[in-house]
Each structure stands twice: as structure tokens, then as C-alpha cells.
């Protein structure tokens, strides 16, 4: 039993070298991220809401509640005049909506509500009119 040799099949030096090569090559390709531009992906993926009060505090409770309410984040406030103040948020639909809700209904609580819509899916154009948060 100690005299046993042991054998192995080896498989034809093409087929080895064809092997080796193709392993090589897998090695070297890596995948390459794809990056599409921040502002245009965050446009595209998130809602828009807005609530439009009559008076800064009531704007302000309407924001404050819509940030508490949902994962939506602040875009910004904008002062229209005659005591109109709307504020706006992003987020998933889902989110906007209730957020938008719960906003409109405080801000109906405190003071004057004068309007409320959320848009699913703006434009990439509407960036360019969305006031800059201070």
C-alpha cells in the first residue's frame, strides 16, 4: 500500500492558458459607478410640497410640524407679500403628502391657511425658481 503512486489527470496547456486569460481579464474589469448629477437625481426622485399661510407664525408652525411629521427636508420659505408666506419641503411622495397634511392642518389651527399642493415628481426646471434656504 505504501508503493501506491498517486496520478493525476493535467488537463491540455490550452485549455489551462484560456483558463488563466479569462481569469485574468475578470480581474481586470471593474464596474464603473454610474453618477448622474446630485440636483437632477434628488429633482427627479422627490416630491415637492408646499403649504401657504397668511402670517409668519402660522408658516412657521406649519414648518415645524411638517418636519416633525415626516422625513421631509426644509427647501425654504418665501415671502410673497401681503402677509403670504409659503414653505417647502422634499421628500419621498409618501412623506411630502403627510407632511403637507399635518402642516396644513396646524397652520389652519393657528392662524390662516391659505393654500396647499405637493407636486410627485417636478421638473428639473424647478430647481432654478426654488428659493435658497438661509
Known amino acids: 500500500m505504501a508503493d501506491e503512486k ?5 488537463a491540455p496547456a490550452k485549455t489551462v ?3 488563466r486569460k479569462t481569469a ?3 480581474e481586470q474589469v471593474q ?3 454610474v453618477t448622474i448629477q446630485k ?6 426622485q422627490e ?6 399661510t397668511r402670517g409668519l407664525v402660522a408658516s412657521i408652525e406649519a414648518a415645524d410640524t411638517m418636519l416633525k411629521a415626516a422625513n421631509v427636508v426644509l427647501v425654504g420659505t418665501e415671502k410673497i407679500g401681503s ?11 409618501g412623506a ?19 393654500a396647499t399642493h405637493v407636486i410627485p415628481r417636478p421638473h428639473s426646471d424647478v430647481e432654478k425658481i426654488l428659493p435658497v434656504l438661509k
Open 6 to 10: 498517486k496520478t493525476t489527470a493535467k
Open 47 to 52: 416630491a415637492l410640497g408646499m403649504v401657504e
Open 31 to 33: 464596474e464603473q459607478p
Open 96 to 114: 411630502v403628502k403627510s407632511a403637507v397634511e399635518a402642516g396644513s392642518e396646524a397652520a389652519g389651527r393657528l392662524g390662516e391657511l391659505v
Open 17 to 19: 492558458r484560456r483558463v
Open 24 to 26: 485574468q481579464q475578470a
Open 83 to 93: 402677509g403670504l408666506v409659503t414653505v417647502m419641503v422634499r421628500g419621498d411622495v
Open 39 to 44: 440636483e437632477e437625481r434628488k429633482m427627479a
